[in-house]
Structures are given as structure tokens and as C-alpha cells.
């Protein structure tokens, strides 16, 4: 799967596109492993930091193969969903990395937004279609400023993104943003470029009525439906940021939630609001009227272009949102499954660069997950990869396994125990490196028959 999300990177140079194809081909076969490792010996560790900190070397003309698969299969897809959101790159340690950012507490990293392509049937991961990098000075900006110009500010990455993601994907595509995209000027945007889109409102606003977000959705008790969803887990984090204590820790659980929905028009230009003009949407309230003991209610306040005509329609937004857990789950892909915030790199051309080689490699272990737990009745390996993992697995694998069978057959080559639950990220990633390491090794096998 690797190979054709990097085939085609152009580099201006036939010795630099070598030497990617080589670096690629070593950490495909240890995606978690360190650059050291994966390269084998000092010559080659050598060549691979070379490469990384070349000038002509640069993160948006190695990821450029991998977009354009991803946009090939979106156009494929019947509907098209493209989600965005926002991690934080961490890296540890006193040693001073060049150009890298600050984030909590002194801490050294960058910020990373993604625009991650979905399937709408069955949530299927697509692949990337968008990323802007964020650094922040090393030293705090006062709170109070004059006011800026918004393409000077950090939000405005969520319109370069989707501006960048709108030209991948069909134009019917559904855009999903969390908390953080609520802001007038970016609902705006997109309703003026006639983007379908679900957005959770963050903030309070004054609408057409007089009244605000809150008194409006308080008077939302009328339900549509009723419905239980999965609530994942969420952790402490690295740092209590101001996002953090908004959203505490819990622990996951299934809960009951009311739906209701009605049309909003935000009010017009007033300091408060922050609104340019009235901007019309659907506004719909999904509410947990009795939380178990000691958990904060769910409450989610979505903005929408979705039709809320019926109460399927309306369920079927509350679905749509619910696939923005799915870009979560890329992150700890790129972070636990291919280890990149543990690459020992210092330069931030040469992180940025590192960054690209895990896209699409954090894409195909997420790939391999997603359609496991979807139960598809095929595969997502290849007819190779699925006959060499049959040779070598301890257990009987059929000639056509389920996508489920062929997870577990992957983990269990990790060190995956059964009775562990399901395979976590780090038992995956070895699992992979193992079966693309054996696959070389057939290929070399056959090749000198």
C-alpha cells in the first residue's frame, strides 16, 4: 500500500529520489523503530539524515503522491467526508531543536493540521488531503494586542485548509470541525463557498431572535430522538492547556442523549458577537438530560448545512459528527504505531521531512485497524502480502480472510495476546514490520528461483 502512496515523488534530483525510495522501504519495514534502527547501518543513517536536512527536500513535495491517491479514491467514494482537526507534536528532552515552536510550558514541538479524507459508508479512512504547520514564538505575545488582520492569525489555518482540501475531494464532500473551527468568519466562508459542512459550536453568540446560543438550545427540549452513542475516553494530557479544562478527563461509556434541532440566524455586526452578517444554519442540540453520578452531561451544539426535515436527517448529522473521532485515531497512529515524536532529529526542516515519510505509513496501519473493526469481509493487505502472512502465521489463515482475521494475524506477529483486548498501536506497528520484512525476503526468494 506504501509504495503507490510514494511513487511519483519528484525531487529534481535521481540520487535524492533513490535514496527517499530507500528510506521509505526501511521504515515501512519498522515503522516504530528510530532512524538508526530502521537504517541499518552508519552509512545509511548518514545518507537518511543527509536526505532530511536537504534544501531541496521539503514536506509538501513528499506528501504531494500520497494526496493525490487519497483524492483518486475520494472521487470514488459516493459521499465523501473530510475531517479536520488539530494535534500537537511534543518533543522531549534539554537539547535545543532548530526553528521548532513553543507550546505548554516550555515544552518544544509544533502543531500539525490535518485534513483527513473519510469514506461516509463504513467511515473508511481515505488518506490525507491537507496539512498547515504551526510554530509559535519562543517567547509568550502579550494577551492584549491590537487587532490583526486574520490571515496573520493561527485560526486562520482552518481556511487554508479548506481551500487546500476542497481542491482533493468532490465538491459534495461534508467538511467536519470540532470546537475550535467555530468562528464566524470560517462559517461564512463556507457557506459562501457552498461547502456542506457540521461544525460544533464553542462559543456563545447573539442571534437574529435577541437571544443567545445557550437560552435557545435550553429551550430545545422538545426531542426528536432518542439515541445511545459510544462516548470515548479522554485523558489528562500532556499539559492542562485552556482546551483541557474546558474538556476534563472521563472515562469511556455509552450514553443516552436527546436530539432536537431548528434553524439559526446569527444576529448581525455587533462587537460582542463578532459577526459580520446574519449568517444562516441548522443548529442541532444533542443532550444527556441525566448523566450517570459524577459525569459532566454531553452536550453538543452542531452547526450545519445537513437538512433537518425528519429525524433520520437529524440522526444522520449526529452520525456525521461522530466520524471526527476517526482523525483521533490517526494521530496515535503517527505518534504511538510509527513513533515520530520519537525521532531524535534537530532541525525542524529535518522533522518536518520526517513527518512526511509517516503519512502515508500511519495511514495504511490505520487502514488495516478500521477495516478490522468494521468487520469487512476482505482484506486491505495485498494477494502477496496476504499469502506471505499466511505462511509465516502460527495460526491457520484462509485464502481470502476477513479483514478482522488478517488484524489479528498481523498483531499476534507483534506479540499480541488475545486476551489483552484488541491490538493497540505499538504490537501493530511491529506486527507490520515484520510481515513487510518477510514479504522482501519472499520477493528475494522468488527472484533467485
Known sequence: MVAKETAGVSLGDSRLERRFARIVGDLVKRPESSFPLAAGDHAALE??????????VTLEGLIKPHVAQTALRARTCALTYVVHDTTEFVFTGDKIRAGLGRLQAGVQGFRGHFA???????????GVVGLETIFRPKRKVAKKQPSRPLQSKESFRWHQLVDASAKQVPKSAIHIMDAEADSAPLLGKLIEGN????????YERLMDTGETL???????????????????????????????????PRAARTATVHVAARPVVFAGPTKKAKVTAPL?????HVFEPRPPKGEK?????????????????????VDIYRARWIIEEYFKSLKTGCAFEKR???????????LALMIPIAWSLLLLRSDARSERPSSPLTTRQIRVLRA???????????ASKTLLAVARLGGHIPNNGDPGWIVLGRGYQKLLAAELGWVAALQNL
Open 344 to 354: 531524535q532529529l534537530e532541525t525542524r526542516q529535518a522533522i518536518l521531512n520526517s
Open 116 to 126: 483527513l479524507a473519510v469514506d461516509a459508508a463504513g467511515n473508511r479512512p481515505l
Open 392 to 402: 509465516i502465521s502460527r495460526k491457520p489463515l484462509g485464502r481470502r480472510p476477513s
Open 195 to 202: 461547502h456542506r459542512f457540521v461544525v460544533r459550536a464553542g
Open 47 to 56: 545518507a537518511t539524515y543527509r536526505f532530511l536536512n536537504n534544501a531541496a
Open 297 to 317: 452531561s454531553i452536550s453538543w451544539r452542531l452547526y450545519t448545512t445537513e437538512p433537518i426535515d425528519s429525524e433520520d436527517a437529524v440522526l444522520r448529522i
Open 214 to 248: 445557550s437560552q435557545i438550545a435550553r429551550r430545545m427540549v422538545t426531542k426528536i430522538a432518542i439515541r445511545d452513542v459510544s462516548i470515548g475516553p479522554r485523558g489528562k494530557g500532556r499539559a492542562q492547556s485552556h482546551r483541557r479544562r474546558k474538556l476534563p
Open 280 to 284: 444562516a444554519v441548522n443548529l442541532v
